[in-house]
């Protein structure tokens, strides 16, 4: 949008990043061995989200990858849906389910990457938290092309977009970023974690008045 802007000759903009708690977050690597362990912290508020959100794709996707681990922090919401659903997919010894509030930071320092998919763009954050805490902490991701971090991610290089959200496509997504994990990895590390901060964020929003007060003569006060 700001690109757009500038194109038509217009300077009075100021762009305002996403903002979470970096402070409590700390970049971390995990070599890929012999298993990959993405983590997820976005569970469904409603059964039809499973389909939406990916979740079913992504335990479909993961039958199919016996090297998987799956972080499914859950905050338990449909517990015992998601415990079906493990159980009758046969992968409850690859998938570590954390229905209490927990501390991300420690998580992440145990997972290679995060993932957070969906079929429309709105049942989740346009900067998804849970993707933005897991750039800061040095983890590429896997997101899908329904949410507008997605251009991010692609310009950034940190991470795999899919176009759809399906068993193939998380499948193939999840082989991508195992294969090119150190690139992706070392890409993520080099972002800087500092633009998602909330300091950065109020810096944003005192441009925008500054803009504004250059913009106003004494005759429109």
Known sequence: DAETLKCWGLSNYAVVPPAIDTARLEQSSLPLADEMTLLMASAPWAENQFDLKGV???????????????????????????????????????????????????????????VLTAKRGDIVKSYPHSLLESLVAGKPVILSDALPMADYVRQHGCGVVVGEVSERTLFQAIEDLRMRYDAFAQRTRAIDARMFSQKAMIESYREIYRLKRGTTSCGQC
């Open 56 to 114: 079913d794709a992504l335990l479909d996707a993961a039958v199919q990858l016996p090297k998987l681990r799956l972080i499914l922090l859950w905050r338990g919401l449909l517990l015992k849906e998601l415990l079906q659903r493990v159980e009758r997919r046969g992968i409850r010894d690859r998938v570590e389910i954390v229905p209490e509030r927990a501390d991300v930071n420690a998580y992440l320092m145990r997972a290679h990457a995060t």
